[in-house]
Every structure is written in C-alpha cells, then in structure tokens.
C-alpha cells in the first residue's frame, strides 16, 4: 500500500518558489524521521533536508537559508518549501521515512530511510 505521496512540483523561473508536500498514511508519523532527497538526470540521490522526531531540521549546504523543512503531525503531512530556486535545483524530489527513537542521530543517508515515496519533478528554468 502506499505510505508516502508527493505533490507539488512543477516548472518554475529561476528565482521563483515551490511548495512540496508529502501525504504519510503511517501510523508511527509522529515517531518517524523524515526527509526529502532529490535526483538530478545522471546523478544520484542526494539528500536534502531532515526533520526529526522532535522537529530539529537540518539542511544540506547547498540549500540553507533557501529550502525549510516542516512538518505536521496532526495531518500527517511533510513539507518543503523551496524559495530563490535555481536551476541547479532541478531534480525528481522524493520524501523518505523512517522509524526512530527520540535520541536518535540525523539520518542523511539514502539507506538510512526505509520508505520513499514516488517522487515529484521540479523543473527550475533559467
């Protein structure tokens, strides 16, 4: 069944902004590490932002001061909002899952995360 659902990319000018947003259907969202990751043609996936259990963010270079990272567990809905997009930018952008404990470390790594959704494309034109 499906557990993470993407929405919100779409083709955007440099410069511009997106909102992307992951609908969970687990029930252990609230006690979940979550995440986006993105992957350019050619490369592979890289991570992106991290929130946590207890909403400590954190952020890949690349995108500080740019991208937030937010949550609502109520909802069940994961969020990224990306401000002064590039086109570097461009790239599938996924949400990731996974199981956790209130101490646990930042998880940043692809195989940290036991489930991804399908993926949304965001398409940042120069």
């Known amino acids: 069944q499906v557990q993470l659902l993407e929405s919100g990319g779409g083709v955007v000018q440099a410069g511009g902004s997106l909102r992307l947003s992951c609908a969970s259907s687990?029930?252990?969202?609230?006690?979940?590490?979550l995440a986006w990751f993105r992957q350019a043609p050619g490369k592979e996936r890289e991570f992106v932002a991290t929130?946590?259990?207890?909403?400590?963010?954190y952020y890949t270079d690349s995108v500080k001061g740019r991208f937030t990272i937010s949550r609502d567990n109520a909802n069940k809905m994961l969020y990224l909002f990306m401000n002064n997009l590039t086109p570097e930018d461009t790239a599938v952008y996924y949400c990731?899952?996974?199981?956790?404990?209130?101490?646990?470390?930042?998880?940043?790594?692809?195989?940290?995360?036991?489930?991804w959704g399908q993926g949304t494309q965001v398409t940042v034109s120069s």
């Open positions: 687990r029930r252990t969202f609230s006690r979940d590490a």
């Open positions: 929130i946590a259990r207890p909403g400590t963010t």
């Open positions: 990731a899952a996974r199981d956790t404990i209130l101490t646990a470390p930042t998880y940043t790594a692809v195989n940290d995360y036991h489930y």
